[in-house]
């Protein structure tokens, strides 16, 4: 099937330009993630290895990719360009060779490891197996799909070839479904925490609802790269490879955007970071996790009309806010 779109030495020119970019992004995160962590401000107890090690991690592989980026540019445009048979464009055009697959070898193992965290977040939040079961299962869709792509790649000269695209379609939608459905899942087990709690306190001191708005724009972020990615892909467009060196740097900005505006907020650090860290037993404490409002409590005693007491239990709030309540406690 015949690609349209950009040239390929143009569009790998932009992508390693665009990639270089969101690089410095990326490392400026990193090392913004790395100080959210270890700042006084945030509780010591917290268990931050398993965090910086999965941040360490996408540095290491988006760093490899970059490197790989800019030796196969010099490839293309220096060392082969005159050797090399049709020049720069037959250059990038072939995907059978060792960089190019070492490349697409290093974006699947960012994505799993980037996919393992979130299905790995939702376990923590919900704390149950069966909640995670489908992003799982489409998270071993990504894993065998992507390993077969990136070895099965290697054996033709083009990626849009039929038997090549089902598989790098099937990749594609198992890991847009798992981020997805894993980020849905945590939102809507934030909120409905956040309702529930609610309506047992008198104000809105302390909502977690900031923490949910968080994982969509992460999620959103990385969602709409794969999924024009995707497009360009359906299409043949070439704009496919400039994406996915896109989408590379972009995997560790969302993972790193999500620390660090967390972080930036006091009220939110401790529990978040205890939640995508540690396998804190969260169903068990949601009360505790949250500020509670100290209810005063009075007994009072009145008299009934046969000459006998009682007492009753109210609050502060209760009388204020009822006219007969005042009349009731007199």
Not at 23 to 31: A, E, N, P, R, T
Not at 253 to 273: D, E, K, P, T, W
Request: overall charge neutral.
């Amino acid at each position: 099937m015949a690609s349209s779109g950009i040239p390929l030495d143009t569009g790998a020119l932009i992508s390693a330009v665009l990639e270089g970019i969101l690089y410095g992004f990326s490392v400026l995160m990193f090392m913004g993630t790395i100080w959210s962590l270890t700042s006084k401000r945030q509780v010591q107890d917290i268990n931050r290895c398993p965090i910086v090690v999965v941040a360490t991690l996408l540095l290491l592989l988006s760093t490899a990719h970059m490197v790989a980026t800019i030796i196969r540019l010099e490839d293309g445009f220096v060392k082969y360009r005159d050797t090399y048979p049709g020049g720069p464009v037959a250059f990038f055009a072939d995907v059978s060779q060792g960089l190019y697959v070492i490349k697409h070898a290093l974006y699947v193992l960012q994505t799993l490891l980037a996919d393992g965290v979130v299905v790995y977040r939702c376990y923590v939040v919900w704390q149950s197996v069966r909640v995670i079961i489908l992003p799982s299962m489409l998270w071993c869709g990504v894993a065998v799909t992507g390993v077969y792509g990136v070895w099965n790649g290697s054996q033709y000269d083009s990626v849009f070839v039929p038997e090549l695209m089902t598989w790098i379609l099937g990749f594609f939608i198992s890991t847009i479904a798992a981020n997805a459905l894993s980020s849905g899942l945590m939102a809507y087990r934030i909120w409905a925490i956040e309702h529930s709690i609610t309506t047992v306190r008198a104000s809105t001191q302390g909502t977690m609802m900031p923490i949910a708005r968080v994982l969509i724009d992460a999620a959103v972020l990385y969602s709409v790269a794969l999924l024009i990615t995707l497009i360009c892909f359906i299409c043949s467009n070439n704009g496919e490879y400039v994406m996915l060196d896109l989408v590379m740097p972009i995997i560790s900005i969302a993972f790193y955007m999500v620390l660090i505006r967390i972080a930036m907020n006091r009220n939110y650090s401790y529990r978040y970071l205890s939640a995508v860290g540690t396998t804190a037993e969260m169903e068990q404490g949601n009360l505790q996790k949250y500020p509670t409002i100290p209810l005063q409590v009075h007994i009072s005693r009145f008299m009934c009309s046969d000459g006998t007491s009682a007492y009753g239990i109210g609050s502060d709030h209760q009388r204020r806010s009822s006219p007969r309540a005042l009349t009731e406690w007199r």
